[in-house]
């Protein structure tokens, strides 16, 4: 093996299945959340809504860069059709802990100018994206490509906050479009000004329940959540079930060393049809995948709001027990919401608000995966 590199050297012993991200080539002022393809210098691409970004800077504004090079019009559920227009995708940022604000992206969007003298933070968020478009083969329609934030010639970034880089509490959030956070603005999509109806504006990552979880939790998270996908079904944009898509953040893109302390599985709204044994095994198989990627995280299996495979999911989670892992939990979410399949804001929140209380009192605060009533 003389004159290998180490990494080759690795794909030989193990297989490219188990090759994760080689060592981000962005500066540590960039602190990235969800994820990030961040393998390329000045070139951070996710195909996630609700992946993000925090800094903290000098300056009296600053901008944000993106290459929009590979984005198209975006669909539009009123015509059934691409629009002539359209919208790209949608980004929403806060300064200073302050007003959130949203746009489409766009090679440079202005996020702040006017700041006062002194220190900075941004936290600038995926807001939404087109589920139809092609997101999981290159070239990659619905993703962002983020590529570096513009400072005035006085500005500078400056050394992230600690709990950016060491959260007290980070969460991981897998499911479909309900944790994508499709359709969350029904209602005011097309009707406020601002608000295009077109699907990166029907959605919004920050205002789903998985958003404003992690927010009420004061956590840091990872938002992976793809429309029409269930554990085996292949879903909209081309991506593939979840059992074949997790080590992925797209494809040829291997998911990389990040550790989440817990992860939240919302899986089974999208296939109730299979039979109840049969998911059982399926959903034992993703939770033994969870296991071995996170071998020290709490794994949260939810009821699906809908109720679908209930009762396989809970007899997944006891085989778990069964097998001496007690860091596997069941959270019955019956009760919880009962508007349509999509939650709106206003759903989101309530849905929210209970999660955030299950995950406090019968996960984060227990020592062993005695399964949540």
């Known amino acids: 093996m003389v004159g290998l590199t180490r990494l080759t050297i690795l794909v030989l012993l193990l297989g490219t299945s188990a090759v994760l991200h080689a060592a981000p080539t962005w500066s540590k002022a960039h602190c990235f959340f969800g994820r990030w393809d961040i393998r390329t210098a000045n070139r951070a691409v996710t195909v996630n809504s609700g992946s993000y970004i ?27 059709k691409p629009t002539g227009k359209g919208s790209l995708p949608t980004i929403a940022w806060q300064i200073d802990e302050g007003k959130w604000q949203e746009a489409e992206i766009a090679t440079t969007v202005k996020l702040a100018e006017g700041l006062p003298a002194g220190r900075h933070s941004v936290m600038l968020m995926v807001r939404g994206l087109d589920e139809h478009q092609n997101r999981w083969t290159v070239p990659l329609v619905a993703s962002v490509t983020f590529t570096g934030f513009g400072l005035e010639k006085s500005g500078k970034l400056e050394k992230p906050l600690p709990q950016w880089v060491k959260p007290a509490l980070s969460i991981e959030f897998l499911g479909d479009s309900i944790t994508e956070g499709v359709v969350v603005n029904e209602g005011r999509a097309g009707v406020v000004a601002g608000i295009p109806f077109t699907w990166p504006w029907l959605s919004d990552a920050r205002l789903s329940y998985v958003g404003q979880t992690a927010m009420a939790l004061g956590a840091e998270w990872r938002q992976v959540g793809f429309g029409a996908t269930g554990l085996m079904l292949a879903g909209s944009g081309g991506v593939p079930g979840a059992l074949d898509s997790f080590n992925l953040f797209y494809a040829g893109c291997p998911r990389d060393t990040w550790q989440p302390n817990v992860v939240v599985v919302n899986q089974g709204t999208n296939e109730p049809s299979i039979p109840s044994k049969e998911y059982q095994l399926l959903y034992a198989r993703y939770l033994s995948m969870l296991r071995k990627a996170y071998p020290k995280a709490k794994i949260v299996a939810l009821r699906p709001f809908n109720g679908a495979q209930e009762a396989s999911i809970k007899a997944a989670v006891d085989v778990c027990h069964g097998d001496g892992d007690s860091k596997v939990y069941f959270v019955d979410t019956a009760g919880w919401y009962s508007g349509n399949l999509h939650p709106n804001i206003e759903g989101s929140a309530a849905i929210a608000e209970k999660l955030s209380k299950a995950l406090q009192s019968e996960v984060l605060t227990t020592k062993t995966g005695t399964p949540a009533k």
């Open 54 to 80: 925090r800094a903290r800077f000098s300056g009296a504004s600053l901008s944000a860069f993106f290459d929009v090079s590979l984005n198209q019009p975006a669909f539009n559920p009123a015509y059934e």
